[in-house]
């Protein structure tokens, strides 16, 4: 069984100050992975996807890809409270053409003031 | 632009009773989904549309069924609701390579 797994948390970082949140998955053959930003009673939102080893930088966002060892990574700088939520990490299977997406259960990050 | 819309938001039910939640997009996307949310279990996949006139079970697809009324539409039934579908039920649509899903607000159901 295809699984994505995060630690829950939480984890606390002060503003300004840079979050490294991380993922492993078991399913050697996924192509693609995505990060999610989940605020407490609302849905996820897509905030970074990334596709190839190495970084991909979006604004203060940047996600880390090693498919060798199979981790994924979000790194959050200059960390604002306005960033405290859940970020779950999702992979894409390896199946040809269609696939679904398998989640982990999300790690929840606070920024204190 | 609205995006994915879920209706209802809130629901309490009472054991054994039936009935439909209902999604809709307007983003022309291929694929839709229904996930469950619960504490501690992260997003579950329940069934998902690849593309309209074709749905699949997905990880907890037990107690569930789902129509794809067209390609704007895909509504899930609980036909005899019990206390282990409380949750909070989210779909969503993608394009056809299941890139980038795009959420609805979600509904938070208590099955009592």
């Known amino acids: 069984q295809k699984e994505v797994e995060q630690n829950s948390g939480p984890l606390s970082v002060p503003e300004g100050a840079i979050a490294s949140l991380n993922c492993t998955y078991s399913d050697r053959g996924s192509q693609s992975f995505f990060w999610y930003r989940q605020y407490s009673g609302k849905s996820p939102e897509l905030i970074m996807s990334?596709?190839?080893?190495g970084d991909q930088e979006d604004g203060r966002f940047t996600a880390q890809l090693n498919k060798a060892s199979q981790y994924v990574s979000l790194l959050i700088r200059d960390s604002q409270p306005s960033d405290s939520a859940t970020y779950l990490c999702a992979a894409r299977g390896s199946n040809s053409g269609y696939s679904t997406l398998t989640f982990g259960k999300g790690t929840m990050l606070l920024v204190s003031p | 632009n609205a995006g994915v819309t879920q209706t209802p938001k809130f629901q309490v039910l009472k054991t054994g009773q039936s009935m439909t939640l209902q999604c809709a997009q307007d983003?022309?996307?291929?694929?839709m989904y229904w996930y469950r949310q619960d504490p501690g279990m992260g997003l579950r996949l329940i069934y998902y549309?690849?593309?309209?006139?074709?749905?699949d079970k997905g990880e907890v697809p037990n107690g569930y069924n789902v129509s794809r009324l067209n390609k704007r539409e895909f509504s899930l039934r609980l036909e005899s609701a019990a206390p282990s579908q409380t949750s909070v039920y989210f779909c969503?649509?993608?394009?056809?390579?299941?890139?980038?899903?795009?959420f609805g607000s979600g509904t938070r159901l208590t099955v009592v």
């Open positions: 969503a649509s993608s394009d056809l390579g299941g890139y980038g899903y795009t």
């Open positions: 549309s690849a593309s309209e006139g074709t749905t």
């Open positions: 990334i596709y190839s080893n």
């Open positions: 983003m022309n996307h291929n694929s």
